[in-house]
């Protein structure tokens, strides 16, 4: 066997058909891309340098960019979704109050009955504070009108009276102070009880009111007596 010629023959053939011409391309192309993609690698100097360039060229001033407007955009967002929602609300809680205040009205009222709640309600809070003294009253009565000045204090003068009234001829509680305010949204809403409770019914629902001095006992009871 001649193994010269067997090579010899081979390597013609191995020329002949190109494989090494392809094997060497193929070769080459395959170190080409792994040189590539090393340059432009993220980690190589050529992608740190590029990833540097591109931040400084996207660099965005903050200081330039009109945050003060966009906040204030907002804020009105807000401010108004909160003004909306206290309207609905508000007026949600007034309606309810309203209809658990006026669920339970007469057509009249007597004095005496207000100044007595206003009694039983200082002695349930405070009856050591109370027992055996009396409360402020004052009633100027005029020709159309009669006003009615009372505190569950003693020796107070009628402007400094907590309750303030104004009473026509016809017994209708035109006007009703009560601490210096008014009936309003915000006093409603604040919540009302006891004797202001029972002035809100009068006032609103046109009740008389009976000025009946005569039969108003303006005294606390004593510490032994039934209360």
């Not at 023959?9 to 080459?28: D, P, Y």
């Not at 980690?43 to 200081?63: M, R, T």
């Not at 100044?115 to 002695?123: F, Q």
Request: with cysteine; glycine share 4%; net charge negative.
């Amino acid at each position: 066997m001649n193994l010269n010629q067997m090579v010899n023959e081979s390597l013609k053939n191995i020329e002949e058909e190109g494989f090494v011409q392809a094997t060497v391309e193929k070769k080459m192309k395959q170190t080409m891309e792994s040189i590539i993609d090393d340059i432009f690698s993220s980690w190589s100097s050529f992608g740190k340098n590029l990833k540097e360039h591109i931040q400084q060229e996207l660099k965005v001033n903050l200081d330039e960019l009109k945050l003060e407007a966009y906040n204030h955009m907002i804020l009105n967002v807000v401010k108004e979704k909160m003004d909306e929602a206290i309207h609905v609300q508000g007026t949600e809680k007034i309606k309810k109050q309203l209809d658990d205040l006026l669920s339970d009205t007469k057509p009249e009222y007597r004095l005496s009955e207000i100044i007595e709640k206003m009694k039983d309600e200082a002695l349930e809070w405070d009856s050591d504070e109370y027992f055996d003294k009396q409360i402020s009253l004052h009633i100027e009565p005029m020709s159309s009108m009669a006003f009615v000045y009372f505190d569950k204090e003693e020796y107070k003068e009628d402007y400094r009276c907590k309750y303030r009234l104004a009473i026509d001829e016809k017994g209708i509680l035109r006007r009703c102070t009560i601490d210096d305010k008014e009936f309003d949204n915000r006093v409603i809403m604040g919540g009302l009880h006891g004797v202001d409770e029972l002035l809100f019914k009068i006032y609103t629902t046109g009740a008389k009111v009976l000025v009946d001095e005569n039969d108003i006992n303006v005294y606390y009871p004593s510490e032994d007596e039934d209360y």
